[in-house]
T-cell receptor
Framework: QQQVKQSPQSLIVQKGGISIINCAYENTAFDYFPWYQQFPGKGPALLIAIRPDVSEKKEGRFTISFNKSAKQFSLHIMDSQPGDSATYFCAASLRNTGTASKLTFGTGTRLQVTL | DGGITQSPKYLFRKEGQNVTLSCEQN?????MYWYRQDPGQGLRLIYY???????QKGDIAEGYSVSREKKESFPLTVTSAQKNPTAFYLC???????????FGQGTRLTVV
């Protein structure tokens, strides 16, 4: 059972363009939605995260848009750069209640930004 | 520097062998996790631990075992019962009430 569905699997964007990656979730109890960036041979690193009480969060060129009613959220990378070429994972978890909350990951999107 | 250290970076296992992957953190985090990464399948949770001497199975625990004798350490053993162990293994940790998970650099395990 895949609780977080991510698309597309791969994405090619020209330098300066907008990269958009989409995720949909099933568990309405999820209330923390991070995006992780992973370079080849490295561990993922947190890029940006959002909670469902806001519809959008922006950090530099990276923006998360969140649609609670549709149970969807997306990552937008503005002015995409070759250095953004990496694999991006969306994830979801329950708000930590004092025990270890588990992150459920999407299947990843391999982004390539061309010159 | 604070962080998570996984070793070795590359590991080769013969058929029928058990191997242990190391994960050490100096972030003073309560919770630790092991994920398996396969192409096209994202990260799947193997085991996680909330506190010392306590751990729970994740979604794909069969063929794996863990221990949590120290707060800083959460080793993963890939046993011979794991039929398809070739993968990239990632260890992560986070504070008990925190939200951000910090990942190590991973161990790539290959069966030869």
């Amino acid at each position: 059972q895949q609780q977080v569905k991510q698309s597309p699997q791969s994405l090619i964007v020209q330098k300066g363009g907008i990269s958009i990656i989409n995720c949909a979730y099933e568990n309405t109890a999820f209330d923390y939605f991070p995006w992780y960036q992973q370079f080849p041979g490295k561990g993922p690193a947190l890029l940006i995260a959002i909670r469902p009480d806001v519809s959008e969060k922006k950090e530099g060129r990276f923006t998360i848009s969140f649609n609670k009613s549709a149970k969807q959220f997306s990552l937008h990378i503005m002015d995409s750069q070759p250095g953004d070429s990496a694999t991006y994972f969306c994830a979801a978890s329950l708000r930590n209640t004092g025990t270890a909350s588990k992150l459920t990951f999407g299947t990843g999107t391999r982004l390539q930004v061309t010159l | 520097d604070g962080g998570i250290t996984q070793s070795p970076k590359y590991l080769f296992r013969k058929e029928g062998q058990n191997v242990t992957l190391s994960c050490e953190q100096n972030l003073n985090h309560d919770a630790m996790y092991w994920y398996r990464q396969d192409p096209g399948q994202g990260l799947r949770l193997i085991y996680y631990s909330q506190i010392v001497n306590d751990f729970q199975k994740g979604d794909i625990a069969e063929g794996y075992s863990v221990s949590r004798e120290k707060k800083e350490s959460f080793p993963l053993t890939v046993t011979s019962a794991q039929k398809n162990p070739t993968a990239f293994y990632l260890c992560a940790s986070k504070e008990g009430r925190g939200t951000e998970a910090f990942f190590g650099q991973g161990t790539r395990l290959t069966v030869v």
